[in-house]
């Protein structure tokens, strides 16, 4: 089939290099323009760019898609259907209704709940048992189209959001690449979204990476890991200049009790409002590598008793 294919993080990668493998004509790659990142903050293009580059597709980055001009563009690559894999822009109607076959989203949750931009941190954030893969055909509303197929993916205990963001890549990419088969065969069949248990997973905000240790142990650890790698929740400490910013990046629910905040132990064990969590992997401001809590604890110098804030 002729695809268009609009995604943008590494997440999308798999699915653009698996169509491409599966044999369809990728007419064109819509993805967010560079951005400046890096020390130099010099402009990089985005992974799915990247990778249409290699391949030999042409890359478009529009500012918008609300354009006439943009709806014109659009139209001209004649595509039986556009595959969406965490884009990052909303498709006006005039693009919905372009290809033949319409536009099919993989979405890295179990609809209806999770539905928006950060699906796979809030699974994490929230304790939840398992999360998904699912491929939906997009209409109007966020996320709200009827679900083609679907699969599910545990989350074992102690998961982060990175872990989780990886098991589910190859799982989308395969549903993806079956959906399109089928939808070769006309053979894709779409059921409705329930329309209880729906639940929005909002952009994760800077104000909620900073650690509240007066939760429960097992929310603070579910907080920790959904943020972890990026943006990584954190708290501060006094390490002999001033308050230095110390994100954690993996924890786990542990037995202990204390003021809130309180290191309890040298191997990284902190009172949370019930119960405590043990810190199993830190990281500095403006240090490169990563260090267990009893290496954090020792190396930083701080006693039980001291107070993370």
Not at 131 to 155: N, Q, Y
Not at 249 to 255: D, Q, V
Not at 281 to 304: C, D, Q, T
Request: net charge neutral; hydrophobic share 45%.
């Amino acid at each position: 089939m002729r695809v268009v294919f609009m995604g943008t993080p590494d997440f999308a990668v798999p699915t653009l290099a698996r169509l491409a493998q599966d044999g369809h004509t990728i007419v064109a790659v819509y993805t967010r323009a560079p951005a400046k990142a890096g020390r130099g903050m010099s402009l990089r293009p985005s992974p799915v760019h990247t990778l249409a580059d290699t391949l030999g597709i042409p890359v478009l980055t529009p500012a918008s898609l609300r354009t006439p001009e943009a709806a014109e563009t659009f139209a001209g690559h004649a595509a039986d259907i556009a595959v969406v894999v965490a884009y990052g822009m909303l498709l006006p109607q005039a693009i919905l209704d372009t290809p033949k076959h319409g536009c099919l989203n993989l979405h890295g949750s179990l609809l209806p709940r999770w539905r928006g931009a950060a699906p796979i941190q809030r699974a994490v954030m929230a304790g939840d048992a398992e999360s998904g893969v699912g491929v939906m055909r997009m209409d109007a509303g966020l996320d709200t189209g009827p679900v083609a197929l679907e699969a599910r993916v545990p989350i074992a205990p102690g998961m982060t959001a990175g872990e989780l963001h990886d098991a589910l890549m190859p799982v989308g990419t395969a549903l993806m690449s079956q959906a399109l088969e089928r939808l070769g065969r006309d053979d894709l069949t779409f059921t409705p979204q329930a329309t209880e248990g729906v639940v929005y997973a909002h952009k994760i905000g800077n104000d909620e990476a900073r650690i509240d240790w007066s939760r429960p142990a097992e929310a603070v650890a579910s907080h920790i890991n959904g943020l972890s790698p990026f943006p990584g929740a954190f708290f501060e400490v006094d390490l002999g200049k001033g308050p230095e910013r110390v994100k954690v990046l993996r924890a786990s629910a542990a037995e202990g009790a204390g003021v809130p905040g309180t290191l309890l132990d040298a191997s990284g064990l902190v009172a949370c409002g019930t119960g405590a969590i043990r810190l199993l992997e830190l990281r500095r401001a403006g240090k490169g590598g990563s260090a267990s809590g009893a290496e954090f604890v020792r190396g930083a110098r701080i006693a039980p008793g001291a107070s993370l804030g």
